[in-house]
């Protein structure tokens, strides 16, 4: 079993700052890629940022800049600083981790549950 547990979601100006956390714990072997998506209502999930175990990222487009992921590999967490937030970044955001698990299994994709971003004045 492993599980993707997220936080730092909430309620924030435009303009404004806020850090999302996540951590994967379970029968973890390696973590390859961690990552975030959103979805936003009535749109289809995207992905928001990517990095790799050796750090390579990756980042969409409308958030380059702005955004900035981190993983530490000793803890398998991965976080998003998300900066001068707009309204258009409302959505919920997923965290996304690519696992080799300790019987294994190699590549598995496993999500968290979720965490909201609401910008709003």
């Known amino acids: 079993q492993v599980q993707l547990v997220e936080s730092g979601g909430g309620l924030v100006q435009p303009g404004g700052s806020l850090r999302l956390s996540c951590a994967a714990s379970g029968s973890i072997f390696r973590v390859n890629a961690m990552g975030w998506y959103r979805q936003a209502p009535g749109k289809e999930r995207e992905l928001v940022a990517r990095?790799?175990?050796?750090?390579?990222?990756n980042y969409a487009d409308s958030v380059k800049g702005r955004f900035t992921i981190s993983r530490d590999n000793a803890k398998n967490t991965v976080t998003l600083q998300m900066n001068s937030l707009k309204p258009e970044d409302t959505a919920v955001y997923y965290c996304?981790?690519?696992?080799?698990?300790?019987?294994?299994?190699?590549?598995?994709?496993?999500w968290g549950k979720g965490t909201l971003v609401t910008v709003s004045s």
């Open positions: 996304n981790a690519v696992i080799t698990t300790m019987s294994g299994y190699y590549g598995i994709n496993y």
């Open positions: 990095i790799t175990a050796g750090g390579s990222t």
